[in-house]
């Protein structure tokens, strides 16, 4: 392998030729063989957003020359774009600041930037601290770029998931309607309900948690940057953070704001974890809906078969014929990691000791991946499973029949301890309610058709 030699404080260190990062990345990279998890792209690409902004910022305000802003800029565009994703080795498990990820994104720019500025016969040339990191720090960079990365995530990746999903309930929910099925609570036999009912409880959950994201969204639009190291926006324009929000506003079409106590935007996390609190009660909804879902269709013929599902694939490699919910369970699994994920931000969240969190890349890379398993989770399942949930018509009817609990629309006219006793009766006997209650004398047969109409149980009496 060819190297190039490049250098910091610190002096020289070989770089491979053929990449674009610089004499810190390559420490870094050298220094922490920890895991394979590589920092996520959708943070390189907020910082790249971030370092365009900056320069755009700083040029306005005089203190950045016009073509060297657009050198960071041309750079900065092509690794928001994707087109240098291999310049950016470096792992989650590094400093807690995040510095060595924002000094790789600075070489990066610099180097593509440098080779610009060569091309076009420019004299003028970029130092990745002095220029393309020109009035920040890495304290307040990185908590800016996850912040960007988070708000894009979420309103651009899951909240619209969460939407296909839900239109897809809502539909169902209309469609099944009159289907009047046994209730259950308690893992037991409860009145009658019909199916649109009971799915309309599942739109009504994701509904609920799509208000959740984008009200905590809104919190993370406040962004740090402005702070610099410690809060007091030591060597940075007042007028910076507020251009360069505007900036970044005007580039992801979001509404970015200064915070405005930098010494909290530096040090404390509560944006992140309450935006991740959305997300895990998303999670305990998807595990809800598809528990119910495996429930529903559990079977063919000895489970409660009440729903039919697509069989996307064969389900064991031993017993023929056999159908798995599959999507079910990519679900729950799903929800698991991010169950984990919020335990793992909420401890980090909390380590913001004196002016400095640094749990900075640990929680951007759960953060992260919360989002992007369940967008992924949630179309997967909504494409392969929950549209073609259908009732068993058949076995729905025969567990409303044989349901006990019907006896609980006898209570107004005999009284609860009466419609107890049929209930109590028919089961040890293993009679039929109907037949019980005239039995026991305390209805007639047509007293009993008239009051015990399951569709009339599904409502509030009239």
Avoid at 96 to 115: H, P
Avoid at 197 to 220: D, P, T, V
Avoid at 428 to 449: Q, S
């Amino acid at each position: 392998m060819e190297y190039r030699v490049e250098h910091d404080t610190l002096g020289e260190i070989n770089v491979p030729a053929d990449k674009f990062w610089g004499a810190q990345t390559e420490r870094s990279k050298q220094n922490f063989p920890i895991g394979g998890e590589k920092m996520p792209a959708e943070i390189i690409q907020a910082f790249a957003i971030l370092k365009k902004s900056a320069a755009k910022a700083n040029a306005d305000l005089g203190l950045l020359e016009e073509e060297k802003a657009e050198a960071i800029a041309h750079a900065a565009d092509q690794i928001a774009d994707g087109k240098l994703t291999e310049h950016f080795p470096l792992v989650v498990w590094q400093t807690g600041s995040g510095t060595q990820s924002n000094m790789n994104v600075n070489e990066v720019i610099a180097f593509v930037g440098n080779k610009w500025l060569e091309e076009k016969g420019s004299s003028l040339r970029l130092h990745p601290n002095d220029d393309v990191n020109k009035s920040q720090s890495s304290n307040d960079t990185y908590p800016t770029a996850m912040h960007v990365a988070a708000v894009l995530k979420l309103e651009n990746v899951v909240i619209p998931a969460v939407g296909v999903l839900k239109n897809t309930l809502k539909e169902k929910s209309e469609a099944f309607m009159d289907v009047v099925k046994i209730g259950r609570t308690h893992l037991q036999d409860a009145t009658p309900i019909t199916l649109g009912q009971e799915i309309s409880g599942w739109h009504r959950m994701l509904e609920k948690s799509e208000h959740m994201l984008k009200e905590s969204a809104a919190h993370l639009k406040e962004l740090a940057i402005g702070g610099t190291a410690v809060g007091t926006g030591l060597n940075a324009h007042p007028a910076f953070s507020e251009k360069v929000c505007h900036a970044i506003s005007e580039t992801t079409g979001k509404s970015f704001v200064p915070a405005p106590n930098k010494f909290h935007s530096l040090t404390s996390y509560d944006e992140t974890v309450y935006a991740h609190g959305a997300l895990k009660a998303l999670a305990a909804d998807m595990m809800k809906i598809a528990n119910d879902v495996r429930w529903l269709a559990s079977g063919p013929r000895s489970g409660l078969g009440e729903i039919t599902i697509p069989a996307n694939e064969p389900g064991s490699s031993i017993m023929p014929g056999k159908v798995n919910p599959t999507q079910s369970e990519a679900v729950t699994m799903v929800v698991a990691q991010v169950m984990g994920n919020d335990a793992t931000i909420g401890f980090a969240a909390s380590q913001g000791n004196f002016e400095l969190n640094v749990f900075k890349p640990v929680m951007a890379y759960n953060f992260l991946q919360s989002c992007t398993l369940l967008a992924d989770s949630m179309l997967s399942f909504n494409e392969r499973c929950a549209t073609g949930i259908e009732p068993n018509q058949e076995q729905i009817d025969k567990h409303l029949k044989n349901s006990l609990m019907l006896v609980t629309a006898l209570n107004p006219h005999i009284g609860y301890e009466n419609a107890a006793k049929i209930a109590k009766t028919a089961f040890e006997n293993k009679a039929t309610l109907k037949d019980t209650a005239v039995e026991l004398g305390l209805l007639t047969a047509e007293e009993f058709d008239k009051y015990v109409n399951p569709k009339e149980m599904t409502h509030p009496l009239a």
